[in-house]
DNA sequence: CCAATTTGCGGGAATGTTCCCATCAATTGC
DNA sequence: GCAATTGATGGGAACATTCCCGCAAATTGG
C-alpha cells in the first residue's frame, strides 16, 4: 500500500531531462525550451502530479499559510469574520490554519505553538477572555512573524489591530434608550480584561453622563461572558427594589439570553425592559422580538485584519507599524425596544 | 531582519552533541541519558526551539492535518460540524485545515488542489450543489488519502460516509402535520444531485403515502438551495388556487425564509400555513414563531467524521471499508405548527 | 573472566524541492 | 573569424529533521 508521490525526478528520468528543468518548467521559468515545457507538463497532469509544499516551504521558508486563532465558534460572529479572512487570504493564494482556543488561555497557548510549528507566514489573532500574559504571542515578534490583531485585542503589543468603535457604538445605542424615555438602563457589561468590554462600558457611562443620569454601580454587572451565567445576573437585576426599565448588552447572545430570562419572569420586551445588543449577530433579526443592536461590518473586519496581514507579510521590511483600524458601526433599532 | 530559525543543530553544537542525540531526545527516545536529555530540554526551552514540522513532515510523510472541505459557513450547520470534527481531530493530535467551496465545482476542485499540495493526511468532506464529477475527489482514492463524507456525501464513491436518518426524519415531520390535521402539504426540496434531497423528498412522499393523501407534483419544489429564490416558490404555492396548509422545507435556513415570505403576504404560521424545517439550527428555537423542525446531532456528525478518518489514517491497511454512520433525527415540534 | 548484550552516541543517507553555478552549444557583434 | 553574449540544461548544495547503521564503553551472565 506504500505508494510512491509522484516526484519531479520521476518527471526528469521519464523524459530524460535534470530535475532543475523540470522545476523550472513547472514553475514558468523563462529559459526552458517551449517543448520542453510542454512535454513536462502533459506528462506531469498525465501523472497526476501534486507538488510538495512541505518541501518548497522548507527550501523557501514560507509556507503560504496563515493561522487564525479565535476563543469561540458559538456566535457567527468569528465564523463570519474568519469567511472574511479567507475571502481575501485565498484570493492572495494563502491557506488558514484555524484553531479555536475555546476561552482558555492554555489552550490558546498550545494554538500557537501549533502555527509556530507549522511555520505559518503570520496569525490572526483574536484573544480569549481569560488572556493575560501575552509572551506566546511576542515569540512571534521575536521570530519576525506578523502578527495581526482583530475584535479582541491586546494593548501590550505594539501590532496592527482591526476593531470598531465600540465607545461610539455603545454611546449612540445608550443615548438611544435614554432619548426614548428610560430612566433606568443597567448594562451587561464584559470582563475588564477586555480592551472592549471596557471601551463599551466607557461609552455607555459617558451618554449617561451627557444627559445627566446619574451613574448606578448597582446596574453595571461585569461578567466572564460565560451565557449560563446570565441567568443568575438578569435576575439581581430584576429584583432590585427600583429595578432597571432598559437593559444594554455588551453582545448579542447575551442579550438574546436576557430576554429569554425577563420574558420566564412574565415580564414583557420592551414594554417592561427594553433590551439592546451589540454585533447583529445573524440571528438577531430573527428573533423574537427582534433585537435592537449595533451592527459591526464582522465580514470586513476578517477582510481588513487579513489585508494588514498579508501586507505586511509581503514587505520584507517588518516595519511593525501598529495601524490601527477603526471600523465604523452602526445602530439597527428593531422591536426590542 | 532574516533571523535564523532555531534548530537542533545549534542546540547541538552549543551542547557538544551529535543532532541525532538532540532529536532523540527531543523526541523522548529512550536510549538517551537523562541528564543529556534533561540538557537538551532546557537548551530548547531557553532558545524557544519550536520543532519544524515541515521537515518532521517531509521525512515522516506524515502531515498530522486533515483537511475539511464544507460547501459554505453561512447556517450554523457546518461551524457547528467543524467544531466537533476539531474537537476529536485535537485530541488525537491532528491540526484542521478548512476550505470552504462556497456552492462552486470550481473552487471545491482548487480546494483538493490545495489539500494534496499541502500533504494532508486525509479529508472529510460535504460536496457543493454543484458536483457531478467525482474525480477530484477519486484521486485522494487512488493516493491512498482516506476520505469521509459527511452530511452531502458522493453515492459513487466507497467510502465511509457520515449521514442521518433523512427519510425518517421527513417521514416522522410529514406524519406529524398530516396528523395534526393538514390537508396540503407541500415540499420545498433541495436539488435532485444532493442524496439528501432525494431521502427527504422520499420520506415526505411515503407518509403521505401511508395517510392516503394523494401527491400533487404542484406541491413539489425542487430548488439550488440559493435562498433569494425561496420568495418565488413561496409566493408560487400560495398563488394556487388550492393554496397548501403546510410547508415542509429541506432545511431550517429555507424554512425561516419561507416563513417571512408567507408573513409578508399577510398570512399566520401556524394558523394559515404551518412550516417545518430539517436540521435545528441554532436560530430556529429564538426566531417568531419558533420553528417546527428535524433536529439533527450536528456537533456528533462532525465527531463522528473525524474519527472515522482518524481511525483510517492510523490503520496502515487501507480497507476502505464503506462503513456509513447513519445517526438518528428527532422531530422537536414548536410553535410554528 | 571473557563473550554477549546493553547503553549512549555519532555519521550519513534520505525526504522533494529550489537555486546558484557550471557547462556547452548556438548566435551575435564588430 | 573570434570573443562575447544568450539559450537550454545539468549538477549539487541546502532546507531541518528522522532513522538506520555502526561503534565504543559499560554492564551482564555463566
Same mark, same amino acid.
Given at each position: 500500500?506504500?505508494?510512491?508521490?509522484?516526484?519531479?525526478?520521476?518527471?526528469?528520468?521519464?523524459?530524460?531531462?535534470?530535475?532543475?528543468?523540470?522545476?523550472?518548467?513547472?514553475?514558468?521559468?523563462?529559459?526552458?525550451?517551449?517543448?520542453?515545457?510542454?512535454?513536462?507538463?502533459?506528462?506531469?497532469?498525465?501523472?497526476?502530479?501534486?507538488?510538495?509544499m512541505l518541501a518548497i516551504s522548507l527550501i523557501t521558508k514560507k509556507t503560504n499559510t496563515?493561522?487564525?486563532?479565535?476563543?469561540?465558534?458559538?456566535?457567527?460572529?468569528?465564523?463570519?469574520?474568519?469567511?472574511?479572512?479567507?475571502?481575501?487570504?485565498?484570493?492572495?493564494?494563502?491557506?488558514?490554519?484555524?484553531?479555536?482556543?475555546?476561552?482558555?488561555?492554555?489552550?490558546?497557548?498550545?494554538?500557537?505553538?501549533?502555527?509556530?510549528?507549522?511555520q505559518v507566514d503570520?496569525?490572526?489573532?483574536?484573544?480569549?477572555?481569560?488572556?493575560?500574559?501575552?509572551?506566546?504571542?511576542?515569540?512571534?515578534?521575536?521570530k519576525g512573524i506578523?502578527?495581526?490583531?482583530?475584535?479582541?485585542?491586546?494593548?501590550?503589543?505594539?501590532?496592527?489591530?482591526?476593531?470598531?468603535?465600540?465607545?461610539?457604538?455603545?454611546?449612540?445605542?445608550?443615548?438611544?434608550?435614554?432619548?426614548?424615555?428610560?430612566?433606568?438602563?443597567?448594562?451587561?457589561?464584559?470582563?475588564?480584561?477586555?480592551?472592549?468590554?471596557?471601551?463599551?462600558?466607557?461609552?455607555?457611562?459617558?451618554?449617561?453622563?451627557?444627559?445627566?443620569?446619574?451613574?448606578?454601580?448597582?446596574?453595571?454587572?461585569?461578567?466572564?461572558?460565560?451565557?449560563?451565567?446570565?441567568?443568575?445576573?438578569?435576575?439581581?437585576?430584576?429584583?432590585?427594589?427600583?429595578?432597571?426599565?432598559?437593559?444594554?448588552?455588551?453582545?448579542?447572545?447575551?442579550?438574546?439570553?436576557?430576554?429569554?430570562?425577563?420574558?420566564?419572569?412574565?415580564?414583557?420586551?420592551?414594554?417592561?425592559?427594553?433590551?439592546?445588543?451589540?454585533?447583529?449577530?445573524?440571528?438577531?433579526? +430573527? #428573533? /423574537?422580538?427582534?433585537?435592537?443592536? @449595533?451592527?459591526?461590518?464582522?465580514?470586513? *473586519?476578517?477582510?481588513?485584519?487579513?489585508? $494588514? +496581514? #498579508? /501586507?505586511?507579510i509581503?514587505?520584507e @521590511?517588518?516595519?511593525?507599524?501598529?495601524? *490601527?483600524?477603526?471600523?465604523?458601526?452602526? $445602530?439597527?433599532?428593531?422591536?426590542?425596544?
Open positions: 500500500m506504500k505508494r510512491h508521490q509522484v516526484t519531479i525526478i520521476d518527471i526528469a528520468k521519464e523524459l530524460n531531462l535534470s530535475k532543475s528543468t523540470v522545476s523550472r518548467a513547472l514553475t514558468g521559468h523563462k529559459s526552458v525550451k517551449p517543448e520542453t515545457r510542454q512535454a513536462v507538463l502533459e506528462l506531469a497532469e498525465k501523472l497526476d502530479y501534486q507538488r510538495n496563515i493561522g487564525i486563532i479565535v476563543p469561540e465558534f458559538k456566535s457567527s460572529y468569528f465564523p463570519t469574520a474568519i469567511i472574511g479572512a479567507q475571502e481575501v487570504a485565498s484570493k492572495a493564494g494563502y491557506t488558514t490554519v484555524i484553531c479555536q482556543s475555546d476561552e482558555s488561555y492554555e489552550t490558546e497557548v498550545a494554538n500557537t505553538r501549533v502555527m509556530l510549528a507549522n503570520g496569525i490572526l489573532v483574536s484573544i480569549t477572555r481569560e488572556t493575560r500574559n501575552y509572551d506566546h504571542l511576542k515569540i512571534f515578534q521575536r506578523p502578527i495581526v490583531f482583530f475584535n479582541r485585542v491586546c494593548d501590550e503589543m505594539d501590532v496592527p489591530k482591526v476593531i470598531v468603535d465600540d465607545y461610539d457604538g455603545s454611546f449612540r445605542a445608550v443615548s438611544y434608550l435614554i432619548e426614548s424615555g428610560r430612566k433606568r438602563i443597567a448594562h451587561l457589561a464584559g470582563p475588564a480584561s477586555l480592551k472592549i468590554s471596557e471601551k463599551r462600558l466607557n461609552g455607555y457611562k459617558a451618554a449617561l453622563r451627557k444627559y445627566n443620569v446619574p451613574l448606578d454601580e448597582e446596574l453595571m454587572i461585569s461578567y466572564d461572558l460565560n451565557i449560563d451565567k446570565v441567568k443568575i445576573y438578569v435576575n439581581h437585576l430584576l429584583n432590585l427594589e427600583n429595578r432597571p426599565d432598559a437593559i444594554f448588552a455588551v453582545n448579542d447572545p447575551t442579550a438574546i439570553e436576557t430576554i429569554q430570562v425577563i420574558r420566564k419572569r412574565g415580564l414583557r420586551v420592551p414594554e417592561d425592559i427594553a433590551v439592546v445588543g451589540f454585533s447583529n449577530d445573524f440571528v438577531s433579526g +430573527l #428573533i /423574537d422580538p427582534p433585537l435592537t443592536t @449595533v451592527s459591526q461590518p464582522v465580514r470586513d *473586519i476578517g477582510r481588513t485584519a487579513a489585508q $494588514l +496581514l #498579508i /501586507d505586511q509581503s514587505r @521590511v517588518a516595519d511593525w507599524k501598529s495601524i *490601527i483600524k477603526v471600523l465604523k458601526t452602526e $445602530l439597527v433599532v428593531r422591536k426590542s425596544t
